[in-house]
């Protein structure tokens, strides 16, 4: 649900692309999404401003979910958004190598190493890599994949240090607020001017990203983070570009290649092969 969340969150930024720059739309978002998640804490959330230990890594994790976002944008001026897509979604390689690294009782299997593997293969396939050479640069597709290793590294603060025991809406919020004046430091920067007078659909699209990415699906996938095993969720991930481009065939007309359900197919057997319940996938759990 989340992933198909994400995924038509790059048709709300299309429509009000027109309007409102991609980094403008990024800081909105939020800006406006951190005012709403702290005052939810505030009111929900007994500890919301306990002194638990997670300033520091939640600043961390703020600068970093900033930095996300500024190398995407700025990859995908520089190369098509096929290729950026694909390379984004390096993110669950990047975690697979932090979570060995890092986190060894959540490290994968081979067997789980083989799903990812599949699964982004499923995702090149179907972005049609092999022919979208036209309008790709090195830096574009660089900064498309730091941007991966950034959402890679953004987990590993959350699951590593105190974050992971904190209410997901805290993790959340220190993120937004943290990540908002990065994001409009780097629309100032790109000279993106501030929008006037917004359409309706340019204010429905912002909508949709604020309140229903920014609050709702990303404090749920924060606290799917805290409870489930990193590389196994992550491997999810790979289905956002598949229900982007359905996404983008339904409501902006987009062409779908003659591969594109071999590449579900590749997606579908690649998360069954890192979620498939055995032995081998659970053999470094106490």
Do not use: H
Not at 47 to 57: C, E, H, I, S, Y
Not at 200 to 226: D, H, K, M, P, R
């Amino acid at each position: 649900l989340f992933c198909a969340i994400w995924a038509l969150q790059q048709v709300a930024a299309k429509l009000a692309l027109p309007e409102v720059g991609p980094l403008t739309q990024a800081a909105i978002r939020s800006a406006v999404a951190g005012v709403l998640v702290t005052l939810y804490g505030w009111l929900r959330e007994p500890r919301m401003f306990a002194r638990d230990g997670t300033l520091l890594p939640g600043v961390l994790a703020g600068v970093l979910f900033g930095l996300e976002f500024v190398a995407l944008f700025l990859g995908l001026a520089a190369t098509t958004a096929g290729r950026a897509t694909m390379f984004l979604y390096t993110a669950p390689f990047f975690l697979a190598l932090g979570v060995a690294l890092a986190l060894p009782n959540e490290r994968l299997s081979r067997r789980q190493w083989l799903g990812l593997a599949l699964s982004f293969l499923g995702v090149a396939l179907a972005l049609g890599v092999a022919r979208a050479g036209a309008g790709a640069s090195l830096a574009g597709d660089g900064l498309a994949m730091a941007a991966g290793a950034i959402w890679a590294a953004t987990t590993l603060v959350i699951k590593s240090t105190a974050l992971r025991a904190a209410p997901p809406v805290k993790t959340l919020a220190i993120q937004l607020v943290v990540s908002a004046p990065i994001l409009a430091l780097a629309a100032w920067l790109a000279g993106e001017a501030f929008p006037g007078a917004l359409s309706e659909t340019a204010l429905a699209a912002l909508a949709y990203q604020t309140l229903i990415v920014a609050c709702v699906s990303y404090l749920g996938w924060f606290s799917l983070i805290t409870r489930y095993r990193a590389g196994e969720l992550s491997a999810f991930t790979f289905l956002t570009p598949i229900f982007g481009m359905v996404a983008g065939w339904l409501a902006l007309g987009e062409t779908l290649s003659a591969d594109f359900a071999l590449a579900v197919g590749l997606v579908a057997v690649g998360i069954l092969l890192v979620n498939w319940p055995g032995r081998d996938l659970r053999q470094s759990s106490p």
